[in-house]
């Protein structure tokens, strides 16, 4: 099926439920790769209308819910550094450290502002000489490259009180790292708004690899079943390939643009992941060029190893090996008014999302 305008017409989703539910037969685990897409499925129900045929996992694509425990204490140290103002977007503010979070450090006297951009916190950055203004850099390629243009924006001005602490993650190592795992997925429907950046063809060398079906997907509804749709024809016609089912958006080689601005101030580095440990090439450095306004130097902070919340399972949620409600703790000591881990922080967290739409979820399947 072709989309342009029909990817929000209700009758071609009933088509698409119609083909999904007559053509699956083999038993799949498809995993979403994208907190987005795990919000839009849940909002939208489309697990409620899937046959029992199909299983989706929601994988490593809440940015929040990724960032290690080691560095959400490296945040926590940040907050507590004399004279530092630290900008963060909302979601990182309530997500626990070993001893604390951002919001209780702010609420015993730490200086953390909730921005919506980079664009605040150069603001901030400018409006408050006197002090250090560190933005808590946390996100895939999506967001990556904004934070780029902001520590370039910042080296031209002069603006030397700005600096980032670059927790940032990339998404193609995550997914061999997944494929090196125990971990039974049967196709990956991969991220819209990361293959706007990276581009379609980013994935070729993990299809060539593992020729795992593949499946670039929207968020609307008819965007998702269809991806669904082709991930199912796949497996059943036992003709794996890589599909770019978002072309209104996707193409193959990305936003260069973007791509160049994020490689000319990060660089490629080993990061740990939450759930997945230490994943080669999967982080982004701030090279020498920039160094003045990275926070690891300026302030000599480096993650630590931490281990995850006590009794939270987010690790192996992340990487779909248990769904939230197989989490002893899902809706008795965790709720997203006291949430023990980030996947019920977030808003794109999996907990978060299962807490939400699925009062009923215990037992239920993935
Ligand atoms: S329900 Fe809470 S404790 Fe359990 S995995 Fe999710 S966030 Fe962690």
Not at 3 to 24: C, N, T, V, W
Not at 265 to 292: K, L, N, Y
Request: hydrophobic share 40%; net charge neutral.
């Amino acid at each position: 099926m072709r989309f342009s305008e029909e990817y929000r017409d209700p009758k071609i989703a009933r088509q698409l439920i119609g083909r999904i539910l007559a053509e699956s037969r083999t038993p799949v685990r498809l995993m979403e790769v994208c907190g987005t897409h795990t919000m839009a499925i849940f909002r939208s129900g489309i697990r409620s209308v899937l046959p029992e045929t199909i299983s989706l996992l929601s994988g490593p694509g809440c940015p929040v819910c990724v960032t290690d425990p080691g560095e959400i204490d490296a945040f926590i140290e940040i907050a507590r550094t004399e004279g530092v103002i630290t900008a963060t977007f909302g979601d990182l503010v309530r997500v626990p450290g070993s001893v604390s979070s951002l919001a209780q450090e702010r609420a015993a006297g730490a200086d953390i502002r909730v921005v919506y951009s980079t664009v605040d916190a150069l603001e901030l950055a400018r409006r408050h000489p006197e002090r250090r203004v560190v933005f808590l850099g946390v996100g895939f390629e999506t967001t990556a490259p904004t934070v780029a243009a902001s520590i370039a924006a910042a080296r031209d001005e002069g603006l030397d009180n700005y600096s980032v602490f670059s927790a940032h993650k990339r998404v193609l190592p995550a997914l061999f790292a997944l494929m090196s795992m125990d971990i039974r997925i049967d196709g990956f429907l991969l991220p819209g708004h990361v293959s706007l950046v990276i581009g379609a063809e980013a994935y070729r060398p993990l299809f060539d690899r593992h020729r795992i079906p593949c499946v670039i997907a929207g968020f609307e509804p008819g965007d998702i079943l269809d991806g669904i749709h082709r991930l199912v024809g796949q497996i059943e016609g036992r003709r794996p390939d890589l599909v770019n089912a978002y072309p209104r958006a996707v193409s193959d080689q990305g936003n260069p643009r973007a791509r160049a601005l994020m490689d000319a101030v990060f660089s490629p580095e080993d990061a740990r992941w939450r759930g997945m440990g230490r994943i080669p090439r999967s982080g982004m450095a701030i090279r020498e060029a920039f160094q003045d306004h990275d926070a690891r130097r300026v302030l000599g902070i480096v993650p630590r190893d931490v281990p995850e919340p006590k009794g939270c399972d987010c690790g192996e949620v992340i990487v779909g090996r248990k769904t939230p409600p197989e989490c002893p703790l899902f809706r008795r000591a965790c709720s997203p008014a006291h949430p023990v881990g980030p996947c019920m922080v977030s808003s794109e967290g999996t907990c978060a999302a299962y807490y939400r739409y699925h009062p009923a979820s215990v037992g239920e399947r993935a």
